[in-house]
C-alpha cells in the first residue's frame, strides 16, 4: 500500500493481486468499499466494463486521462471491494505519475483519498508516513493536485448520469 498524488486529490492505493495491500487498504480506510480504481490507459479502463456502450467508449475517450470517474457495471474477477451492486468506479487520472503507478503494478491500482474516516485528505509527506508507517508501505510525492475530487458520471445503457460535479 502506497500513499500518492494525483491531479485531484491525494491518494492511497493497493495493488489489486496483493491481498494483503488490499486487507491494509481496507484497514486504513476503515471501510470496507467501494473503492476506485485507477488504470494505466483508457483501453485497460474499458476493459473492465461488462458492457461498452457507446455512451461509455465517447465519455472515456472525451475524459481521459482526466479528473472524472466514470461508474459502469463491471466483468467479475477483482477484490469484492472493488465492486458496488456490480459496479465499477474507474479513472484513468490526468497525472502521468498516477499513471505510471497503476503500471507499475499491472494496469491497475485500488485507490481512495488519503483520510481516515471522515477526516480531512492528507498530503503524502512525511508526517503521514511516520504516523501511518505500519499501513504504508511508502509514498511519492511530486504531483500538484488540485484538491478538488474528481467528478462521477454513472453510465447505464446508452446513457449518463451525473454523481459529482
Known amino acids: 500500500m502506497i500513499a500518492h498524488a494525483t491531479a485531484t486529490l491525494p ?7 496483493s ?14 468499499g467501494p473503492f476506485l480504481l485507477l488504470a494505466d490507459s483508457a483501453s485497460r479502463a474499458l476493459s473492465l ?3 461498452r456502450s457507446p455512451a461509455l467508449r465517447r465519455l ?10 466514470l461508474v459502469f457495471a463491471g466483468k ?9 451492486r456490480g459496479k465499477l468506479a474507474v ?3 490526468a497525472a502521468p505519475q498516477a499513471r505510471q503507478l497503476a503500471a507499475a503494478c499491472g494496469g491497475l ?6 483520510n481516515r474516516r471522515g477526516g480531512e485528505s492528507q498530503q503524502p509527506d512525511f508526517r503521514l508516513q511516520m504516523r501511518a508507517h505500519r499501513h504504508l ?13 474528481s467528478s462521477v458520471l454513472r453510465i447505464w445503457r446508452n446513457s449518463s448520469t451525473i454523481i459529482r460535479q
Open 137 to 149: 508501505h511508502g509514498r511519492l510525492i511530486g504531483v500538484d493536485a488540485s484538491g478538488k475530487p
Open 76 to 84: 467479475p474477477g477483482l477484490p469484492p471491494c472493488c465492486y458496488f
Open 11 to 17: 491518494g492511497v492505493a493497493a495493488a489489486p493481486q
Open 49 to 51: 466494463a461488462r458492457y
Open 19 to 32: 491481498p494483503e495491500a488490499v486487507r491494509r487498504l481496507i484497514h486504513f480506510k476503515q471501510r470496507s
Open 91 to 93: 479513472r484513468v487520472d
Open 60 to 69: 472515456a475517450r472525451s475524459s481521459w486521462p482526466g479528473p472524472v470517474t
Open 109 to 114: 491500482l485500488i485507490s481512495s483519498s488519503l
